[in-house]
């Protein structure tokens, strides 16, 4: 049974800092690449960054370019997002999830989500 189980999110003030984890079991988790994805109140779940362990190769929204940082660790199954300087725009529930290129998007391999992490930052 795939089961991807998020964690760290919390409260914060604009400009402070976070660091979400994902540990997964499973299929949930890729041996391949794994992303962390955010949605906030009343829009689309979308990308935030993604690691492919061979390199490792890492990509990241241009939003959290120079903020955010992805790292994890494939034999352990886990993966973490080190968020710093945080946006109001940050306030989201965000999600891992395993992931695959298509042409220049990563984009999640499955329709299954974990119930993913609070993420709330106030001015």
């Known amino acids: 049974q795939a089961q991807l189980v998020e964690s760290g999110g919390g409260s914060v003030q604009a400009g402070g800092s976070l660091r979400l984890s994902c540990v997964g079991s499973?299929?949930?988790?890729?041996?391949?690449?794994m992303g962390w994805f955010r949605q906030a109140p009343g829009k689309e779940r979308e990308f935030v960054a993604s690691?492919?362990?061979?390199?490792?190769?890492?990509t990241y929204a241009d939003s959290v370019k120079g903020r955010f940082t992805i790292s994890g660790d494939k034999d352990e199954s886990t993966v973490y997002l080190q968020m710093n300087s945080l946006k109001l725009e940050g306030t989201a529930v965000y999600y891992c999830?395993?992931?695959?290129?298509?042409?220049?998007?990563?984009?999640?391999?499955?329709?299954?989500w974990g119930q993913g992490t609070q993420v709330t930052v106030s001015p």
């Open positions: 999830n395993a992931v695959d290129l298509y042409g220049s998007q990563w984009l999640p391999e499955s329709g299954g």
């Open positions: 499973g299929r949930g988790f890729s041996t391949y690449a």
């Open positions: 690691i492919r362990w061979s390199g490792p190769s890492i």
